[in-house]
C-alpha cells in the first residue's frame, strides 16, 4: 500500500497532467444540478447531458416537475439508465423540495441522502459542487484508481476509498482531486496487464508499492 504522503503526491501528478477540471453535468439552479446527480447514477455525465435541456425546458423548478406525468418523464429520460426508477424519485424529490423544504436544495449529507434516489455519493456531488464544502464523492473512476494505485485495499468499500482521500488531503483540495480522478480514470484503463501499462504513474505506484512491502 502507499503511505498518506504517497497518495498525496499521486493525486498532485495526476492533477499536474489532466490540468483544472471541474464538473461535466449541465445545469443552471442548484435544484436541477441535485435531479442531473440523480439521473448520473448508473449513467454518464455525457447521456444524462443529452436529456436534461428537454427536462429541465419542460420541468424548470421543483413545482413544476412535481405535478409531471410519470410517463412524461419517462420518455425524456428514457436513454439513461435505471430511467423508470429514476422518473419516479426525481418527481418525488421534487414534491419533498417544493412542499417541505421551500424550494431550497438541502445543503447537509443527511438531508440530502434523505430524498428519493439520492445516495452518498449523490450527496456529496452536490455538497461539493453547489455548496463548496469539503466533501469526496466516490463513483467508479475513484474507485478503480484508489484501488489500482494501492490508495487502499481491492476489497474497500466506497465509504473506506472516501475516508483515505479525506484523511490525507487538504479539505480544499477535495473538490479538484474529485473532479481529477474521474479524468483520469477516463483517460487510463486500471485493467492493464504491468506488461502493458503505459500510464508512468500507475508504473511508479506499482515500483512504490514494491518498496513499501519490502520496509515490513
Given amino acids: 500500500m502507499l503511505k498518506d504522503h504517497q497518495i498525496v503526491w499521486a493525486i498532485h501528478q495526476m492533477e499536474a497532467e489532466i490540468g483544472p477540471v471541474g464538473p461535466s453535468l449541465d445545469s443552471r439552479t442548484p435544484f436541477q444540478y441535485l435531479i442531473s446527480v440523480i439521473?448520473?447514477?448508473?449513467?454518464?455525465?455525457?447521456?444524462?447531458?443529452?436529456?436534461?435541456?428537454?427536462?429541465?425546458?419542460?420541468?424548470?423548478?421543483?413545482?413544476?416537475l412535481m405535478v409531471a406525468d410519470v410517463t412524461a418523464v419517462e420518455d425524456i429520460i428514457r436513454s439513461v439508465g435505471l430511467f423508470r426508477n429514476k422518473a419516479k424519485n426525481i418527481i418525488k424529490t421534487a414534491r419533498i423540495v417544493h412542499e417541505d423544504l421551500h424550494?431550497?436544495?438541502p445543503t447537509t449529507r443527511k438531508d440530502l441522502m434523505a430524498l428519493?434516489?439520492?445516495g452518498r455519493k449523490t450527496a456529496n456531488v452536490?455538497?461539493?459542487d453547489v455548496f463548496e464544502q469539503p466533501t469526496f464523492a466516490v463513483d467508479t473512476h475513484v474507485s478503480a484508481i484508489a484501488k489500482r494505485l494501492y490508495f487502499v485495499d481491492q476489497s474497500a468499500s466506497p465509504l473506506q476509498v472516501e475516508n483515505k482521500i479525506v484523511g490525507v488531503l487538504a479539505p480544499a483540495e477535495l473538490h479538484q482531486?474529485?473532479?481529477?480522478?474521474?479524468?483520469?480514470?477516463r483517460k487510463y484503463s486500471m485493467k492493464l496487464t504491468p506488461a502493458k501499462e503505459v500510464c508512468q504513474l500507475i508504473i511508479d505506484c506499482d515500483k512504490l508499492n514494491e518498496e513499501n512491502e519490502a520496509e515490513v
Avoid: C, W
Fill in 177 to 185: 482531486a474529485h473532479h481529477t480522478m474521474i479524468e483520469y480514470g
Fill in 116 to 118: 428519493p434516489g439520492a
Fill in 126 to 128: 452536490v455538497l461539493s
Fill in 39 to 64: 439521473l448520473s447514477a448508473q449513467a454518464t455525465d455525457v447521456s444524462v447531458n443529452k436529456v436534461t435541456p428537454r427536462l429541465f425546458a419542460a420541468y424548470p423548478t421543483p413545482k413544476d
Fill in 103 to 105: 424550494d431550497v436544495v
